[in-house]
């Protein structure tokens, strides 16, 4: 079946650092990939569309200029959380929709903490 | 603004039990999906659920939907502890799988 892959699994960096995130779709191509991020014990919410080629789509209250999201290929999408502090640290999970397909897929997931 | 409410948001059964999961949301769509998330782990994808009156069936689990009623139940039947997980329904309300999730129901299976 059709596989996204998402790294790191875990990453802890310092405050005022930024962190880079991918997320590739391994066996198809993606032109969509969508970015959730879940703080503990809640739910997801999408913070933003990864469109390939354009501008991401971002999520009412989510701030684009700390989130930064490059989608360079069709296989390939990045979440850049840049001047991290520590209330960014969350579970961050992407995800591509697969031509034809009903099913979604979901990366693994990243745990960011930030100290 | 679509809005996806879960009931209950925590259950503690005995194993061997049943009980069952209600996934209300308040906008139409027939696109409904059940996912399952363990601890620090992404989601595992359970039910793919398209059209009114769609009903599956795995194992233990059974999920239906009533598009009408704006309703998904995830029926649990005879439940053992390796089901304790988070149960998340999400909506697909613009057919393109960018989900509006619901709570999550945590539940806790106990021997």
């Known amino acids: 079946g059709a596989v996204v892959s998402q790294h790191p699994s875990r990453v802890i960096c310092k405050s005022g650092t930024s962190v880079k995130i991918e997320c590739r779709s391994l066996?198809?191509?993606?032109?969509?990939m969508f970015w959730y991020r879940q703080f503990p014990k809640q739910s997801l919410m999408l913070m933003a569309t990864?469109?390939?080629?354009?501008?991401?789509?971002?999520e009412q209250g989510v701030e684009k200029d700390k989130f930064l999201i490059n989608h360079a290929s069709l296989t390939l999408s990045t979440l850049t959380v840049t001047s991290a502090h520590p209330e960014d640290s969350s579970f961050y999970i992407c995800?591509?929709?697969?031509?034809?397909?009903?099913?979604?897929?979901f990366g693994q997931g990243t745990r960011l903490t930030v100290v | 603004e679509l809005k996806v409410e879960q009931n209950p948001l925590f259950l503690s059964m005995q194993e061997g039990k049943n009980y069952t999961i209600y996934c209300n949301y308040s906008?139409?769509?027939?696109?409904l999906y059940w996912y399952r998330q363990d601890p620090g782990k992404s989601l595992e994808s359970l039910f793919v659920?398209?059209?009114?009156?769609a009903v599956k069936q795995e194992g233990r689990l059974m999920a239906s939907l009533d598009t009408k009623a704006r309703l998904s139940t995830l029926h649990i039947t005879a439940a053992v502890h390796d089901l304790s997980a988070t149960y998340f329904c999400?909506?697909?309300?613009?057919?393109?799988?960018?989900?509006?999730f619901g709570p999550g129901t945590r539940l806790s299976v106990l021997p």
């Open positions: 995800s591509a929709p697969k031509a034809g397909n009903t099913e979604a897929f």
């Open positions: 066996d198809f191509q993606a032109t969509t």
């Open positions: 659920l398209l059209s009114n009156g």
């Open positions: 999400a909506v697909d309300l613009l057919y393109g799988q960018n989900f509006v």
């Open positions: 906008t139409t769509s027939d696109r």
């Open positions: 990864s469109n390939e080629g354009s501008k991401a789509t971002y």
